[in-house]
């Protein structure tokens, strides 16, 4: 009788898979996917973020990786046991290359293979020293004027950025920089994270003081040490900034405060960055071979032109640069916006006793923070799915598995259970007038966040208090100018203000390299974020994976990393292999290297 | 058939047991075990740290604890399996009783119970907020003028020991004062920790430069917080201080540095302390219900009394003052003791260049690092342990199963293995002249541990230095007295000297209470540390468990925590739910409070 458990199903294709790689026959292995199948590949393959969609695509891949590749090995993980679902049959694998070791995910649907992720975990001989690799500490026996540990560490503080270079430069030090820097560090590649801070966690500091993570616990966490048990699901941004700090302290980073970038250029016969900082005063110039970004996903401030800013005689602030509520107890406050942080600020205000009035411009998508951590999240990242055995790297594989192409039809329907159970509440928000939208196709949150990086609000209060007048909302207007004293719309109504706050978002990443760098390199990098789904913010064509994230991009030595904790967490992982191998001279053939087709 | 699996003849076992148990049969239940039997308690039956030998004295406590504890439902742990290991099978426990949930460990020999471990792990309606009753961080909705979490930990700092009194007081915050401050914060415990250093982890930042712990990673965790896999096996002394300060910051501690504790005493009549501290040059009254002395298991520095001491030239330092070995290049260092400090010492100056001559006044028990980290703890906390599915959790509680009556018939071996190892190694020591010991019975480290915590060294290089000669070996000789340059022997050897280093250890924590409260009290609490074995410097009659740590002394509302780092984090968790208990005002009666034999 044949063994047909999903264990067998899945070891006989994934036999014949392995069979082709290791024969290096492309052909015959892009034979074994179905007309619509996705193979994601993070480094593993392509040296590259990378997803292949179709036979073909993944034909093409195989002819020009395997003969450097020399996949081999790829088998059922053998501590996991395969799922079916309906006619889809799942299952964890393991798998080598010629210089690594990798782990993925299947999915297999009519004997072909619907899905497959690949990822790089480590590389041959350039292990991570953890678990039965980790140091001594302690150099048992003796030996004349050895230094210690704390002597070590201070010579290298000291020598770093000076009399030697590092290989990596991370400008940018929240928690991206942070999660890449640890990373690093236990590769064994000299790197310097520099911030334009006092110290590590105030970038979550030094914003409005009400601010927690909108992202729960289960979903926060950052490589090597996770949060206790006790920590809470959104933790106050005060408290994260001490978290950040005391992990860049005790994963020992090379982590400059108060150190600003001022200017950056590559010397391509050196392959090496000159890079100016200034270090609490002290200009110093640091010679990367690689120069990371770790800005801020959300780049620079948007801030827009209004007639009237030179005359308007109150104050105006970016949301990122407003302080919280304190100052503004019993003044007038307009937002102009209506996403995320208008809605935090506006809420903080109120609740100090500001006069608060948010203007919204276009249709916000509003998903309320309980619903969307139960429906949105919870199969991954809750007690639930810890319960069920989903630790947070099966997690973030899981969903790393799900193709950008397709994840709206697994997203569609989870908005749709979100909108029901909350009917009521939408309601109330349109009957205030509030524009609500669910995304270009109904995908949500989470689309919304991969291509565009904003347009929405994860509700921990303040839409009751646009539904109960607390906080006055205008939509549906234009604003024409500022006066002296406030906001002038379209059809001539003035809304008085003392402060006018612009939670009017944030430009593409590689404007940073513009002023840092130059703008023909920006241009050069192109648009930073979006996947090219030709939806609002998002212009095609579709490019399938994040645009120039944590991977090569046209701009040698230079590199974009971050996103929320989950995506810094996760994708440093792949981009502290990418750095490695470099360090190490290996050979990294980049298959598929992004065209740029937008420039910002 | 019968089903004689380990499971099916725990089952019996424990059903029978647990019958007689919420029957309030103690004779039937004490009939249940063997003759040479053990049940320790944790807590969970006796609010008290207790092991009952045999069956008479488990019916005793039993008799006396049955009506108030009203134990049920023990029975196997469903999530674990028991094990047979020749005639004794063992298996995990779950229970409750009137107050409390309970874990434990099982061994039964012929249909008997052979130990029986019972720990409390959590009293009911008062457990920790941790997994899915996590604090929620944010609190979503709305309020006008809440406060911040920042703003909270502010207010907390500022009022509590001023306008809000602590409800517990621990005097010392190295990593004893520190894990439980930690669990007593998680249990909603108002606590202050004093400690007299600047920064926590100062205790060990400031010892000689050269050190790191002897103890490995997998047995020092903390509560809460494990090491990440990457930690180093040994910690070097100003990491541990890096990742105890951090901890202090995460877990949310009021921790007073710069504070000494001058004086306290018990108001009898409010059943408080008044506690006067000096806190940065500001004294302060503090006003606890109850006191923590967590000022290290070793107590108050023994330093000997000898002739010339006024008239020697250079320096003396007891061994907990050295500095370190770096104004000492090119000294003659004379360093009186033999056990771990004075081995670490020697080593760190010779590699700095002193000359350096260790005294040795008695035997020492030395065990190589390696052996010990591979035969002795091997099994419960190391990678190999981990790899087996032993968790620290798991291990601390097997490590309490075994009694400490019967603990040194497990060790014995332990060390005869090691012996047998390492034979070339101790022979090459004595054949210099050092005087090896093995405790009195044979039975090693561990056991010298909790009978003195004196003794040994965990060879980490220093013997190397001895055998060869580079660390000069003075034994088998009293000191007379010191003269103007130098220690002179009792055969009139003069040893020239430019310091004195005295490893001549600890005495007592009473001590702590005679310097802070009065001669009185001290006596009153008695000897603290040390099982009453018998052996030397741990006189009889036997006691069973530690003397007067973790658990109630004749002193009300007086406490000892602390030892090494497994010991702060296991044994932190009994008592912190000891003092959770008494802040709830629960019943706690204490079985078998110890009697005090010797004052110091």
């Known amino acids: 009788m044949l063994d047909d458990t999903p264990t067998a199903q899945l070891e006989t294709i994934l036999g014949r898979l392995n069979e082709a790689l290791e024969q290096g026959d492309a052909k015959a292995a892009a034979a074994l996917f179905q007309a619509d199948s996705y193979w994601r590949d993070l480094v593993a393959f392509t040296w590259n973020l990378k997803t292949m969609e179709g036979p073909d695509e993944i034909r093409a891949m195989l002819e020009a990786q395997l003969g450097a590749q020399k996949p081999r090995d790829m088998r059922l993980d053998p501590n996991e046991t395969p799922t079916a679902s309906g006619d889809v049959l799942e299952g964890w694998i393991d798998f080598e290359t010629e210089t690594g070791r990798g782990h993925g995910y299947i999915r297999v649907k009519n004997g072909l293979i619907w899905t497959l992720l690949t990822t790089l975990t480590e590389i041959k001989g350039h292990e991570e020293p953890k678990g039965i690799r980790r140091p001594m500490g302690a150099e048992h026996g003796h030996d004349k004027h050895r230094k210690t540990w704390k002597e070590k560490r201070e010579h290298e503080s000291e020598e770093l950025g000076y009399s030697e270079q590092p290989y990596v430069l991370i400008i940018g030090g929240g928690q991206g920089g942070i999660a890449l820097g640890a990373r690093l560090r236990q590769l064994g590649v000299p790197t310097i994270i520099v911030d334009k801070h006092g110290r590590p966690g105030d970038q979550w500091r030094k914003r409005y003081k009400s601010l927690c993570l909108h992202d729960p616990v289960w979903y926060d966490h950052l490589p090597y040490i996770p949060f206790p048990d006790n920590w809470p699901v959104f933790t106050p941004k005060d408290k994260i900034g001490d978290w950040l700090e005391m992990y860049t302290k005790v994963m020992e980073l090379n982590y400059w405060t108060s150190t600003e970038a001022r200017s950056a250029k590559y010397d391509a016969e050196k392959k090496e960055w000159e890079v100016v900082v200034n270090r609490g005063g002290e200009e110093v110039v640091l010679r990367p071979k690689q120069l990371v970004f770790a800005t801020g996903m959300s780049g620079k401030a948007n801030v827009p032109t209004l007639p009237g800013q030179d005359v308007f005689k109150g104050e105006q602030q970016h949301s990122s640069e407003h302080p919280g509520p304190d100052a503004y107890v019993g003044k007038k406050v307009v937002v102009i916006g209506s996403n995320n942080s208008a809605h935090d600020i506006c809420a903080a205000l109120w ?209 974009f990393h971050g996103g929320n904790l989950h995506q810094s967490r996760h994708y440093s992982q792949y981009l502290s292999l990418q750095l490695k191998a470099r360090l190490e001279g290996l050979d990294t053939p980049v298959y598929g290297l992004q065209d740029v087709h937008h420039t910002s």
Chains 1, 2 share one sequence.
């Open 351 to 559: 609740e100090a006793g500001a006069d608060v009035t948010m203007v919204q411009r276009s249709s916000t998508h509003i998903v309320r923070s309980d619903t969307l951590m139960d429906i949105g999240l919870g199969d991954l990242y809750s007690e639930r799915a810890i319960a069920n055995g989903i630790t947070t790297r099966k997690a973030d594989l899981i969903f790393a598995s799900l193709p950008y192409k397709i994840m709206h039809e697994w997203q569609i329907p989870l908005y749709e259970k979100m909108k029901e159970r909350d009917a009521d509440f939408y309601q109330a928000l349109e009957d205030r007038g509030f524009l609500l939208d669910w995304g270009s196709d109904g995908s949500g949150l989470f689309l919304k966040y991969l291509r565009r990086g904003s347009g929405y609000y994860i509700d921990v209060g303040a839409c009751d208090l646009v539904i109960d007048g607390s906080i006055k909302l205008v939509s549906g207007h234009g604003i024409e100018r500022l006066s002296e004293t406030g906001v002038v719309l379209d059809d001539g109504t003035e809304l008085p203000a003392d402060l006018v706050v612009y939670a009017t978002g944030y430009g593409s990443m590689n404007g940073w390299a513009a002023d840092l760098i130059s703008q023909d390199v920006a241009d050069r990098i192109g648009k930073v974020w979006g996947l090219g789904s030709d939806t609002p913010k998002d212009p095609g064509p579709w490019e399938g994976e994040q645009r120039n994230m944590w991977k090569p991009t046209q701009v040698e030595g230079l590199w």
